[in-house]
Structures are given as structure tokens and as C-alpha cells.
């Protein structure tokens, strides 16, 4: 499709090179395509737009470059957002999100809290009116900027449109400086954060997200037609810098700051060891919460290679595939990735509750389960390596963290040299630094552990644990998304490891239970293949706009809602006990899923029994389309059946 970039080399007559303007063209349309275009240089892969009259321009020049895919419509803001995250998450490239003038921003901001604190690039284009309008009583205009400058890398609020080259290049030069903060971060200003879980910098020193203001000329549709030159048409033209190129083109130079880290905490561990020589090993363990931010075969080989026991959420998406072994294999003295659920060995009975490490190795976010929070307070004073995103000074989980043993948005090669540097701890002939009684504890512990748990879910009767277990064990789904609040917890517990990959996503940046939908949506459209979604009714609820977009996904994706009845999170809590809870806190809705999913033209399946289920995901993991899948369990199900599985535990 023709664009108006290309009116001024085609077709251009005599009348129309000496009044030196490009006849039908419109200046906000030239506008538009130039940013789409250093979009397009930046990474941009999807897009996904809200219309509105003063987006109009933005969304008809997405919809026609050749190289950016509008994945989704939506009409409500705050779902296309999470969408957008979804898309980002999953595609790994950044995503651009198009919105129109006035209270859409605000809309925005439940995913773009979320992007911030997991350092996921979006770019947000509020579309606006001209800065003339600005403050003068005209209706749809909001303070664009002063909404999202908390949770943003970078912005920009370009000038008003003007017939000019000059002009034309100012804005390609804001727009740039605010798209390489999104791929590439930006300098860390406030240098050391104070600490892991506090507020971050405005100008947090990570790629993530950036937003970009665009006035447009015109009061109402933004496609109105204004004169533009030849000049600025070819201003427009220009050559971009590819972003990507810029990055992958810089030199890498060894990063050495894993093996200096390695050296230093080494000296600390040698000194609480006193007299005592390494030549019997380490008690190392690893610890991966979820999001870790590396890749995850860099763990896996870190793992593998040190042989330290890892203490991986089921969010971390370490439990799945041919590197991660589990603790009966590993029981048995095989080599590898030792993956142990944090449940099985201090749960219950807590029979690893009192095992004391040496060094502790953390990556990503805190974990979900509170036994382990438990756990790690007790080794407040044990070393620890903490891999992370930036630079940080306190971690609540290690108080005892030296700010220069952070190991800071490392390289696949830093993690590599990391590992080897903790593998020439061990005197030869060792091959690995970890103490081998140590590491068969573990692995005799979780073994153990898991394998009483099995037993006594698979004696449970129908309710919440039982059929939440039987989901994340069921075949066929090449990605789960792992909702917040009881989902994510009944995950860390269930999620079993296993050798088919799986890859797992989860929104725990701020943890909330918002857009929970949406964010599956764009992941289903990123993969393509099959997805399962694990989310409570609650979630449901806050996401229901969500279920238009579902309209669009045309692979199997399945919605396990787990009906209970409200927040049932909150029966674990000292709270339920309250006269007034249940009206209160616990909020109980009539909720007919399967009407929902009528009017939506969606696949249903209500199901009260382990068959009914099983045949359900079975149904919904080939269907080319959204499935919602009604799980019906009595509303206090959980917390009791999580009392027996405890006290199964504890007493076996």
C-alpha cells in the first residue's frame, strides 16, 4: 500500500514542484508514518491499537507498514495495555501501544505499572491535540505526561506538527532519544537504589517502557488534511538508525564482575568455615523466583555445573524441560539442574527448615511462598550473589547483602564465567563445588516430599486443591500463564518438574490481579500454539472487557477459571475470622461464566468432577479458539484442603 511518504517520489507534476507541495497529502500523516518508521528501525514487531478520533492517523499508518503487525483492537484502553504486555512478554521486542487523547492515558497505567517493574518495553503513543489547547477549556485533553512519568523509562511530547524540515528533524531526534531508553535503558542518575522492593528512580536504569506524546494537527478528526512540503516529506525520508543494529553492533568486552564477586564472597565463606578446608564441598543453593530476567539455560548451566540445589517458583519456569531434573533422578546420583519445590522440603513436617548454606545464589523476583521467606530470614547473614536487573543496595530476603556482591543485568558470557569461577572452588579432582551429602539431602528431602504430596492430592476429594493439581499437570499446552493471588500459589506447590518444556509466564512485578486476561491474550498471539491460562473468578471479574478481545484468538488457548466463590485468598488470613468478612473482604459474586461466554461467542465447559475436567482441557487443548473452562468447587475448598495437605505432610 501506497503511503504518503512515498507522494513526493511519484507522480509528482510540474504545478506541483514549483509550488513545491505534495498535492493531497497530510502534514499529520507524514507525521505519523516518520514515527511508525523509527518504530519499525527501534524493533517494533505489533502494535496494538485503541482507536479514537485523534488516534485515527496513528492507527491507519500502523495498519499499513509493512513490517509492524496490529495484533489487537481494543476498544478499552486498560485491556489493550495488558495485551500489549502480554505481546512483549512473549515476542520478546518491544510492543507498541496507541491510544487517543483525555482519560485513555489513565486506563493505561495498571499495565504500564506492571511493564516498569518487570522492565518490559512498550512504547505508548497518546495520541493528542495541539499544545495550543492545552489549559484552555477544550474538552478530551488530559495531563498525558504527568500521568505516566512514575512508571516510565523516558518521555517525549513532540511539538505540533509543522510544515518544516527543521521541525520534522526535532522531532525524529526526541522520539529517538526516548526509543533507545526502551531497548537499551538509561544512565543510572541516582546510582545505587536504596533498596530491592523500594520505589524505583523515575529513570529506573533498565530498558522498559517509554511514552511518547504525539499532538496532532486539527481539533477533532486527526486526518484532516494540511498542506506539507516536498522539504518536509523528504526530512520525513531520511534514514533511520536502527536501534537494534546500534546495540548489537557495540563491543563486548569481557565482563569479569561475576569471577571479582566470586573471589570477594569466597573470603567471607572461608572465614565462617575457619579451619575447615573446602575439599568436602560447599552447601550452595540457588534461588529463582519468579521473572528471573536471564535466560533460563544460563541457570540451568550455572546449575548443572555447580550442582547447588535450586529452590525454583514455579514462575521462574525452571520447573519444565529436558535440563531440569527432579529430585528422585537426581536422588539416584544423576548429574544436572537439581530443581526442588520449596513446598515439598520445608512444608508440613519444614525437615530442611534447619539446613544451613554456605552461599546462597538469588535471581529473579521474591519468591511467592511464605516457608521460604521463612527460610531465607534464617540465612540473613549467609554470602549471597544476587543477580538482578540493576544495581541494588538492600534486599529485605538477605539483609545482610553487600552491594557489591550484585551481579547486574549480566550477559549469557558474566553468568558462564560466574559459574566457572565458583567451579574452581573445588580442588581437583572435584569437577563441582558442591558438597555431595548436602545435595543428596535435598534431593532426598524433595523427593520425599513430593512424593507424599501426590499421594495425598490424589486422595483428596473434589474441591480447589484437587483440581487446580490436575490442571497444571494436563498435557497439550506448549505455554501456561500462571495468574496472581491463590493461582499462583496452588502453582508453587502442584507445578510438578517435568522433562516436555512448557514455558511459564506471570505478571509479579506488582503482583496484581488486573489484566490477568488480556496479558494471556497477547502472549497467545505472540506463540501461536497452545496456551493455558490458570486465573480465580475474581480475576475474571476485573478483566471482563478482556473477553472481547478473546473473540480474536484463533489457537487453542484455554481459561481455567476457578470458581470459588470471591477471594478466597483471604480465608488464610487471621481476617476471615471477622463478623463482617465475607460482605467485606471475601465479596462473593453471582457469576454465570457460561453466559458470559454465549454472549461473547466463546466455548464453555462447566465441569464438577476429575473426568469432566480432564476431558475439558483435553477438548479445549484442540479447539482453535478461547475455551472457558468453569471449574465449580465449594467456595471453601481450598483453605481446607490445604490444612490436610499440610497436615499430610507434617505427619509423614
Known amino acids: 500500500m501506497a503511503t504518503v511518504l512515498d507522494v513526493a517520489t511519484t507522480g509528482s507534476g510540474e504545478s506541483r514542484r514549483a509550488a513545491g507541495v505534495v498535492e493531497g497529502a497530510s502534514l499529520n500523516a507524514v507525521w505519523v508514518e516518520c514515527i511508525v518508521e523509527m518504530l519499525s528501525a527501534a524493533g517494533v514487531r505489533h502494535a496494538v491499537l485503541c482507536p479514537g478520533g485523534r488516534a485515527s492517523a496513528m492507527c491507519l499508518a500502523f495498519d499499513a507498514h509493512p513490517r509492524v503487525a496490529v495484533e489487537m483492537v481494543c476498544t478499552d484502553e486498560r485491556s489493550g495495555a495488558f495485551v500489549a504486555l502480554g505481546l512483549a512478554k512473549a515476542s520478546g521486542s518491544p510492543v507498541?501501544?496507541?491510544?487517543?487523547s483525555g482519560s485513555a492515558i489513565a486506563n493505561v497505567l495498571p499495565a504500564l505499572t506492571e511493564a516498569d517493574a518487570a522492565d518490559v518495553p512498550l512504547v505508548v503513543l497518546t495520541c493528542d491535540r495541539p499544545r495550543a489547547l492545552r489549559g484552555a477549556g477544550f474538552g478530551q485533553m488530559a495531563d498525558h505526561l504527568g500521568a505516566t512519568r512514575a512508571f516510565v523509562r523516558a518521555q517525549a511530547d513532540l511539538a505540533d506538527p509543522v510544515d518544516s524540515a527543521h521541525a520534522m528533524s526535532q522531532a525524529r531526534g526526541a522520539l529517538a532519544v526516548a526509543l533507545a531508553a526502551m531497548v537499551e535503558g538509561v544512565a543510572d542518575r541516582e546510582g545505587v537504589l536504596s533498596r530491592a522492593d523500594a520505589y524505583p528512580p523515575a529513570r529506573r536504569p533498565t530498558r522498559g517502557p517509554?511514552?511518547?506524546?504525539?499532538?496532532?494537527?486539527?481539533?477533532?478528526?486527526?486526518?484532516?488534511?494540511?498542506?506539507?512540503?516536498?522539504?518536509?516529506?523528504?526530512?520525513?525520508?531520511?534514514p533511520m538508525v536502527s536501534c537494534e543494529a546500534a546495540v548489537s553492533s557495540q563491543a563486548h568486552t569481557p565482563d569479569t564482575r561475576g569471577v571479582e564477586i566470586v573471589e570477594r564472597i569466597m573470603a567471607r565463606v572461608c572465614a565462617k568455615r575457619g579451619a575447615r578446608p573446602l575439599d568436602d564441598g560447599l552447601d550452595g543453593l540457588i534461588v529463582v523466583g519468579p521473572e528471573p530476567g536471564v535466560p533460563l539455560d544460563a541457570i540451568f548451566a550455572l546449575a548443572a555445573a555447580t550442582g547447588f540445589p535450586v529452590l525454583a517458583d514455579a514462575g521462574s519456569g525452571l520447573r519444565s524441560g529436558p535440563a531440569a531434573l527432579a529430585p528422585q533422578a537426581a536422588s539416584r546420583g544423576a548429574a544436572g539442574a537439581l530443581i526442588v519445590n520449596a513446598f515439598d522440603v520445608f512444608g508440613g513436617a519444614a525437615r530442611l527448615a534447619a539446613a544451613r548454606a554456605e552461599l546462597i545464589v538469588r535471581f529473579g523476583l521474591a519468591p511467592v511462598m511464605p516457608v521460604l521467606h521463612a527460610y531465607l530470614e534464617t540465612q540473613a547473614d549467609v554470602p549471597t550473589i544476587k543477580i538482578a536487573p540493576c544495581s541494588v543496595a538492600h534486599d529485605y530476603l538477605h539483609q545482610a547483602l553487600d552491594p557489591r556482591d550484585v551481579l547486574a543485568a549480566p550477559s549469557v558470557g558474566a553468568l558462564r564465567k560466574l559459574?566457572?569461577?565458583?567451579?574452581?572452588?573445588?580442588?581437583?579432582?572435584?569437577?563441582?563445588?558442591?558438597a555431595f551429602s548436602w545435595r543428596d539431602r535435598w534431593a532426598s528431602v524433595a523427593s520425599y516430599g513430593a512424593r507424599e504430596r501426590r499421594a495425598c492430592v490424589a486422595s483428596l476429594e473434589w474441591g480447589e486443591v484437587a483440581a487446580v493439581h490436575r490442571v497444571l499437570a494436563a498435557p497439550g499446552f506448549a505455554f501456561v500463564h500462571l495468574g496472581n493471588s491463590m493461582?499462583?500459589?496452588?502453582?508453587?506447590?502442584?507445578?510438578?518438574?517435568?522433562?516436555?518444556?512448557?514455558?511459564?509466564?506471570?505478571?509479579?512485578?506488582?503482583?496484581?490481579?488486573?489484566?490477568?486476561?488480556?496479558?494471556?491474550?497477547?502472549?497467545a498471539l505472540a506463540r501461536r500454539d497452545a496456551g493455558l491460562l490458570l486465573l480465580g473468578d475474581q480475576a475474571l471479574v476485573h478483566d471482563l472487557s478482556a473477553l472481547a478481545s478473546a473473540q480474536r484468538v484463533s489457537t487453542p488457548a484455554c481459561v481455567c477459571v476457578i470458581d470459588n466463590g470471591g477471594g478466597a485468598i483471604f480465608d488464610f488470613l487471621p481476617i476471615a475470622q471477622a463478623p463482617a468478612y465475607r460482605r467485606t473482604i471475601r465479596n462473593p459474586y453471582r457469576l454465570d461464566i457460561g453466559a458470559l461466554a454465549q454472549a461473547f461467542g466463546l466455548a464453555h465447559r462447566r465441569v464438577e468432577t476429575r473426568d469432566a475436567l480432564d476431558h475439558a482441557l483435553a477438548e479445549a487443548a484442540a479447539h482453535a479458539g478461547v475455551t472457558l473452562v468453569e471449574v465449580a468447587v465449594e467456595p471453601h475448598s481450598g483453605a481446607m484442603q490445604m490444612h490436610q495437605l499440610a497436615q499430610a505432610l507434617g505427619a509423614a
Open 210 to 238: 517509554v511514552h511518547v506524546n504525539v499532538p496532532l494537527a486539527g481539533v477533532y478528526d486527526a486526518v484532516e488534511t494540511q498542506p506539507v512540503s516536498v522539504e518536509t516529506v523528504r526530512a520525513a525520508r531520511a
Open 487 to 523: 493461582s499462583m500459589r496452588h502453582a508453587d506447590i502442584g507445578y510438578d518438574v517435568r522433562a516436555i518444556r512448557q514455558d511459564v509466564y506471570v505478571n509479579r512485578g506488582v503482583s496484581g490481579i488486573d489484566g490477568t486476561l488480556s496479558t494471556f491474550i497477547g502472549e
Open 96 to 100: 507498541a501501544l496507541v491510544t487517543t
Open 419 to 434: 559459574a566457572e569461577a565458583l567451579c574452581r572452588i573445588a580442588p581437583p579432582p572435584r569437577a563441582t563445588p558442591v
